[in-house]
Structure formats: C-alpha cells, structure tokens
C-alpha cells in the first residue's frame, strides 16, 4: 500500500498510500492528524483549521487561449497568469514532497461510464483522503487495477500557504484550477469541500462540451419507472430536506448531469449540513454518520457524543458519508430523462405561490435567475426581505456564462416534455413579520401532486404580474394559499409587494440581455 509512484509529479515523499481502507484511515488519523478523534456514532471527527468554509474570493482559473473564451470571467472566475500558477503548483509538490506521508486517492466522478472522470487526489492528510473515498465513486478492485493516467488531479497542500507576494494571489490562500492541465491546487485552505467543488467546477467546464447538462442541484426518482426529478435550491429553500422521500430512491443530494440518456450524480457521497441535526427531522442522514462517515468542525460532549446544536467552531458544521449509506439510495446512482424539474425558492416577500408552472422560456428565466430571499435578523442591517439571486442556482461554481447553462436546460426540457414547476417554501399571507411560513406538510403534497401527475391536469390560469402559470387546485390544500394575493388581508400591500420583486427580477435579469436566445427566456416576465 505504502510503494505508489506519484514521481511522475516530481513528488519524493517516503511514503506514499493509495486508496487506503477507512479503517486504515482511522488509524493514520488518530496517530498522525491533529486532533482527530472518533465520535460515539463511529463517525471520524476531524477539523479544518481556521478556514470553515469555502474560500470563493481565493479561487482562480488559469487563463490560457484554449479555454479563455469560454470562461465567464468576473469574480467567480477570477484569471491567473500561467507563470504565476507556476510558482503556485511548484510551491504545493514542494510542500507536499516534504511531508512525511502521503495520500493518494483514486476515484471517479460520474456514475455513468460513459461519461465519467477519473479523479487522482494527492493530500498529506488522512482526513482528507477519507472525505474524498465518501465522496468520489469508489473503484472496485479490478477497475483500482487498470486505473491508469487520472483525467484530473487535485494537489492538496492546504496546511501551507500560498505566496501573497504573488501579485494575482494576494492572499495566504489560493484554490486554482487549470483546465488545460486538468489539475487543481489548494493552498492555504484544510476545508474539505474545495475539492469536493473543485471537481464539480471542472464537470461545469468539460460536461457542456459535450452536450450534457452539469447541474447544482439533487434528484429522485420513481420507484417503478425509473423516471427522475430534480429539485434545485440554493441554502434554506429546502432541497435536502425535500429529496429525503421514501417513496422514491435517492439518486444525489447536491451534484448531477443530465445526458442524452437519463441523469447521474456527480459523487459517490453526500455532504450535509450537520448544524442542528436531529434523528427525528433527518433520520437517513443521522443514521448515514457512522463508521467510515467524517465529520467536520463538531463539538464532542465528553462521552464522544456529537453536539450537534454547538456551533462554536462555525455554523458549517458537516458530515460526509457514501451515498449508500442512505436505505432509499439507488446503486448505481442513474436515472431516466426527468419527468419534472422543480425549482425551489423561499421567498420572504411572500407574494409567490406555493407552486406554479413555467413554460420552458419562464424555466430559462427562473434558471438564470436563481432567486432566493433572505430574512430580517440573518445578516445585521437587514430589516426587511432581500432578495438573492445564484445564477442557474450555483454560481459560484459556474464556468461558462448563465446562459449556456440555461440553453442547455431548456433543450432538454422540450425534448424530454419534461414539465417545469415554481415551489415556494418560504412565506404566505404577508411577507415576513407579517405572514407565515409554508406548512412542510402542504409543501410535501406540493411535491407528491407533482410527482403522480395531479397537477399537470389542473386547469391553471397566467398570473398578471410574474407571467407564470397559477395552480389553483392541490389536494390537501386550502385554495387561499394557493393563490397568494387571496392569503393577503391586505391586498394593496400585496400588489405593492409583488411589482417590487417583479422590479427586483427585472433588474437582476439586465446583466444577462443582450444575447438573444436568453433575452427571449426573459419576455413573457418582462411583458
């Protein structure tokens, strides 16, 4: 295990491991890892460091003619100059060349062969090895065997830091990819999920190449058919939360492509939020966070038990398992063409409805879009509803500009007659303050109704404002909330409120005119 040849990356280290078993691990963590313990749920407990979170504003993408006309530069994509990714590679095999172990990794990203990468990820320390066998697909034997050249590295020396005197670095951290290269290097950052989001960015480059729609967002699928649905919703809109349904298998929880032939995750794990965790709100997830799971930057009670309400570290507390330690996952991870897209928004103005239906133009809309709003009291200043926008409801993970990502959708969905739906979970009767939350319980018959066909026989009619199509009739669901300007007692509010977000839409939407096929996604709103 200990004899793997990484010479090839001009890296000497004594010892080199490749693919180590989660028990080997465990063991390597506990002996060599800084503070690494073992929770009472047989979970691996292991922490980041000072950076808890991603570190958007640190990544770059080496900007090279092959590719450069291609990337939507700005500040998701901020470019690097090849000779100071130079320096920036040369600085982690140094690193990573004296550390007295290391750990290689071996898997793939893509449950369709056809379609799938292989992923080398080369770190020095076990934890991260550990996150990312839960989080890539797992080679058997025979396919570890023939391997080969990987299609992507990852060179992980996140416990140095990069070169701040490097002019397009700036900063002690430095996540960059060369998509040229097909290489990714971390440095001055221990978060597991940069390499978790660093694969997904470069499936966001190669996938649209190849016609297949990359995508942020988890799915479903039918029990007997084998037909998928995806749920897309950026934090707090409810999309874990919602794809956690017994009655249909659990494809992914967050990172998908749509092909030709059907869907597939991305990973071989999932990676949830584990702030607030409770048996009886997520019991998949708190049972998958055993033996072979990790967990990140939690708080131990004394026993080795997880504090799961203690976020004295950070909020972003997480834990990483392999997807099949979820009962209602499907091995392998594929699924037919999507019977139904559903984008998820919580929308604190409250003037959504609890589900609309949107013409594949209104979907390309919503897509670029990717709206979201904020509460009063989260952030300090803010005292009334803000609205968010995510473009194709992952922006920061976005290569290519919005609209080829939107493209991409809306011809699938009209190839597929894939039907388009709007789901509030945020507020009703009133913005918030004033209104109230969505029931989960009446949202959860939202999905089931779209799920067996109901409310794709319901006799819909435009709304005037927004332009999408109002779903008057749901079982189990009062008819007022249904229509949102008749949960309002004071409708004038109501009518001010929705022109507002109306407005806010539009002028979100400006950023992304000019090329015809998205200014078209954008006419029915703006009509």
């Given at each position: 295990m200990n004899s793997f040849d990484l010479s090839q990356y001009e890296l000497t280290a004594k010892e080199i491991y490749r693919n180590l078993p989660p028990s080997v691990l465990y063991e390597h963590a506990i002996r060599y890892d800084k503070e690494a313990t073992i929770a009472e749920n047989g979970a691996l407990v292991a922490y980041s460091g000072e950076k808890t979170g991603r570190s958007p504003l640190d990544k770059r993408i080496v900007k090279n003619p092959t590719s450069e006309k291609a990337v939507?530069?700005?500040?998701?994509?901020?470019?690097?100059?090849?000779?100071?990714y130079g320096h920036v590679r040369q600085r982690a095999l140094d690193y990573l060349s004296v550390c007295p172990?290391?750990?290689?990794?071996?898997?793939?990203?893509?449950?369709?062969?056809?379609?799938?990468?292989?992923?080398?990820?080369?770190?020095?320390?076990?934890?991260?090895?550990?996150?990312?066998?839960?989080?890539?697909?797992?080679?058997?034997?025979?396919?570890?065997?023939?391997?080969?050249?990987?299609?992507?590295v990852i060179f992980n020396a996140g416990t140095f830091p990069a070169d701040d005197l490097i002019a397009e670095v700036g900063s002690k951290t430095c996540v960059s990819l060369h998509l040229e290269d097909r290489e990714l290097v971390i440095l001055g950052t221990e978060y597991a999920g940069e390499m978790k989001k660093g694969v997904?960015?470069?499936?966001?480059?190669?996938?649209?190449?190849?016609?297949?729609?990359?995508?942020?967002?988890?799915?479903?699928?039918?029990?007997?058919?084998?037909?998928?649905?995806?749920?897309?919703?950026?934090?707090?809109?409810?999309?874990?939360?919602?794809?956690?349904?017994p009655k249909r298998y659990l494809i992914g929880d967050d990172e998908h492509c749509w092909s030709d032939d059907g869907i597939f995750n991305i990973e071989g794990g999932c990676y949830a939020k584990a702030i607030n965790l409770k048996s009886e709100s997520e019991p998949d997830i708190f049972a998958a966070l055993r033996f072979g799971a990790v967990l990140e930057n939690v708080v131990l009670e004394e026993d080795h038990s997880v504090d799961y309400a203690d976020s004295s570290i950070t909020e972003n507390t997480r834990g990483a398992y392999p997807i099949n330690f979820i009962r209602n996952s499907l091995i392998p991870c594929v699924a037919g063409h999507p019977t139904d897209v559903?984008?998820?928004?919580?929308?604190?103005?409250?003037?959504?409805?609890p589900v609309s239906s949107l013409t594949?133009?209104?979907?390309?809309?919503?897509?670029?879009?990717?709206?979201?709003?904020?509460?009063?009291?989260?952030?300090?200043?803010?005292?009334?509803?803000?609205?968010?926008f995510s473009p194709c409801f992952g922006g920061p993970f976005l290569v290519w500009q919005p609209k080829k990502y939107a493209e991409l959708l809306a011809e699938k969905i009209k190839q597929n007659r894939t039907r388009v739906w709007l789901v509030n979970t945020g507020w009703t009767g009133g913005s918030y303050g004033v209104g109230k939350r969505m029931n989960l319980g009446h949202t959860r018959a939202i999905i089931d109704a779209i799920h067996n066909g109901t409310l794709a026989k319901v006799q819909t009619y435009r709304d005037p404002v927004f332009g999408f199509d109002l779903v008057p009739e749901c079982p189990g669901i009062p008819s007022e909330v249904l229509v949102p300007r008749n949960a309002w007692v004071d409708k004038a509010a109501y009518d001010a409120t929705a022109k507002k977000l109306f407005q806010l839409f539009k002028d979100n939407f400006k950023k992304y005119e000019g090329d015809a096929k998205t200014t078209a996604a954008g006419s029915d709103m703006a009509a």
């Open positions: 939507w530069w700005g500040t998701t994509n901020i470019p690097l100059d090849p000779m100071a172990r290391l750990y290689c990794f071996d898997g793939f990203a893509g449950w369709d062969p056809k379609y799938r990468i292989k992923v080398r990820v080369v770190c020095s320390r076990p934890y991260h090895a550990l996150f990312m066998h839960t989080m890539l697909i797992r080679p058997t034997a025979e396919e570890l065997a023939s391997f080969g050249q990987p299609d992507f997904f960015t470069v499936v966001n480059y190669f996938a649209p190449k190849r016609g297949v729609l990359s995508m942020h967002c988890s799915a479903t699928a039918d029990k007997q058919t084998r037909r998928s649905s995806l749920l897309f919703g950026l934090s707090g809109t409810g999309k874990t939360t919602l794809s956690a349904d559903i984008f998820l928004t919580c929308d604190a103005f409250g003037v959504l409805p594949p133009e209104l979907a390309m809309f919503h897509f670029v879009s990717g709206y979201t709003a904020k509460v009063a009291g989260t952030e300090v200043g803010v005292k009334e509803p803000t609205a968010t």
